[in-house]
């Protein structure tokens, strides 16, 4: 089977400097695949080149990154407008950051649904409560009503993760998604992703430094290092069988 998103030697530098380094990796479908590495190794660069939401600063120079058989970098600036939230969900390292403090929570997840549906807005609201109820948000009333600091750290995780999935995308992207949130709410939110992915068939990229996260999670995982994959394959493989030097270090680390 074809894999959803398929990256070929996809470079991306800064002055002159090389960030991401003949980078390749697949995400296959209803599969997760986990981008490993340390501080500063690339990760939420390689997410924002899928998303060409790169810091101008930042120039893709060659390579393909294919969803579905569409080379995303190909596309005008108006089609992947239509690809970021559609075809491509994302959740980020800070939901307060990823919600406008000024409109509520209601508001904001519709905007996807009247962004990229031709729901009407009765079936919109009914939705919209059916996605909250899948992330394990009670009182969707409320929630739908309350501006983003209303709500607490946990909750707005999961309201940005019903927001990601509003609609129902071929790949979520996930950048360090638990970061910000305490320990025991990192294995809830961990907990809800794998629900999701197993309910609806996910295809999913999950970026993070935590490798129990990968294990957890992924079928296959790609180590980064400077920019370089050191690594890829099967995650039980790579776990008990570490070829790299960098990638040892890392599961060591982890136990
Ligand atoms: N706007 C920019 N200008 C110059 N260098 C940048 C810019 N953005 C990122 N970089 C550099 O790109 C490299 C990769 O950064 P990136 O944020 O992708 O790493 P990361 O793996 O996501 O790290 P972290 O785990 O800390 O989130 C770093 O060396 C960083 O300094
Ligand atoms: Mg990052």
Excluded: W
Excluded at 129 to 149: A, C, F
Excluded at 192 to 211: N, R, W
């Amino acid at each position: 089977m074809k894999p959803i998103l398929h990256i070929q030697n996809l470079n991306v530098s800064v002055a002159n400097r090389l960030l991401i380094n003949n980078l390749g990796f697949d995400v296959k479908a209803e599969k997760v695949t986990a981008l490993v590495g340390g501080s500063g190794s690339g990760k939420t660069t390689i997410g924002l080149s899928i998303l060409q939401l790169l810091n101008p600063a930042l120039k893709i120079q060659s390579g393909k990154i294919i969803l579905s058989g569409v080379n995303l970098l190909s596309l005008a600036e108006h089609q992947m407008r239509l690809v970021r939230g559609k075809d491509i969900g994302m959740v980020f390292q800070e939901p307060l950051h990823a919600f406008n403090p000024l409109f509520q929570i209601g508001f904001q997840i519709d905007e996807v649904l009247r962004y990229h549906t031709q729901l009407d807005h009765p079936t919109r609201i009914k939705r919209m409560q059916e996605l909250l109820d899948l992330v394990g948000l009670p009182d969707p009333e409320r929630i739908l009503r309350s501006y983003p600091h209303q709500l607490s750290g946990g909750m707005r995780q999961r309201a940005m993760i019903a927001q990601a999935i509003a609609a129902g995308p071929k790949l979520l992207i996930a950048d360090e998604p638990t970061s910000s949130l305490d320990v025991t709410l990192q294995a809830k939110i961990m907990e809800l992703f794998k629900k999701l992915q197993k309910e609806l068939g996910l295809s999913m990229l999950l970026i993070t430094h935590d490798l129990a996260m990968a294990q957890y999670m992924a079928d296959d995982i790609v180590v980064l290092s400077q920019g370089e994959v050191v690594e890829q394959g099967a995650c039980g493989h790579i776990m008990n069988f570490p070829k790299d030097d960098y990638t040892k270090k890392l599961i060591e680390a982890t136990l």
